[in-house]
């Protein structure tokens, strides 16, 4: 186990590297910050004070070398709109996401199960057929477009949700439905098709035929063998909901770390823009290392393979 964690470890760190090397560079390709923050009837040496005082005066290499230097100390410098530094701002905003992505994937997990599992229980029944077209069509929706038609609809027209915010549990609803529903279509299918197997195994029959009763059955015997590929699926999900907010933050004006990108962006503060970069990668490495752990102990061969 130790090893497997070694080697994930060591082989996260050029994909980490390449992550810092691109957000630096193509965040300098939004254009220069001080046609933003300066006047403008900004003379020259407004302009070259400006960029001595941010150290952008320097060639690229030089300041990507600089930044490197910054970032093995913790430093990730300061926000050149509101002087304060990056990382403070990007911790600020961090939790918000990992809240909304956490209450998805929980809800997205325990309905898929629940679903799934009904599905899988009686194959080409009307539920297996009905799990079928609802997981298909959820899998299928654009999380931008449902996001706007949720607005369009329950927010302006209806006037039963807000349209952003985060204070109080109807802020909650469109933010969460509109992350949770492709997750949920993705692994209502995974969970049926592994279910569908795990129910026709000889363990299975075994256990029936010892007189084990259908809920033991369905969830103690067949789900706990049939989560291995669902939760493969689900970390993958987990990451690119982590990773993919950005439209949703965006929309509902959620104050995350998605919607500080996409802040930094327009407003070509750098700092906080890569330093917002760095912390997702980091999230995200962690995640699948997470998942790996996770995938291990519920498959012996995984860690036959891993200590061998």
Known sequence: ???????????????????????????????????LYL?????????????????????????FGDYL?????????????????????????????????????????????????MAAYRPN??????ASFLSSTAASVPDFWFAIMGVLVFAVTLGWL???GTSGAAAWVLPVVTLLIRPFGVLVQVVRGAMVSALSAPYVKVARSKGASESRVVFGHALRNAAAPALTVAGDLAVGLVNGAVVVETIFGWP?????MIDSVLQRDFAVLQA????????????????????ALLDPRVRQQAAA
């Open 39 to 63: 006047p403008l009837s900004a003379t020259p040496e407004m302009r070259a004070e400006f960029a001595a005082r941010n150290g952008l005066d320097d060639p690229l290499l030089a300041q």
């Open 256 to 260: 995350g770390i998605g919607k500080l």
């Open 1 to 35: 186990m130790f090893t497997m964690l070694r080697r994930r470890a060591v082989s996260s760190v050029i994909p980490l590297l390449v992550v810092v090397l691109g957000v630096f560079f193509l965040a300098r390709l939004t254009g220069d910050p001080a046609n």
């Open 69 to 117: 230097g910054q970032v093995v100390h913790l430093d990730f410098g300061e926000s050149l709109r509101t002087a304060q530094p990056a990382g403070e701002a990007v911790l600020r905003a961090f939790p918000a996401t990992l809240q909304l992505a956490g209450w998805t994937m929980l809800l997205a997990i325990l309905g898929a199960v629940l679903i799934g599992s």
């Open 125 to 130: 029944s009307a539920t297996d057929r009905f």
């Open 276 to 295: 917002a970069v760095l912390l997702t990668a980091l999230v995200i490495f962690a995640l699948n290392i997470l998942v790996d752990i996770c995938h």
């Open 162 to 164: 807000p349209t952003s």
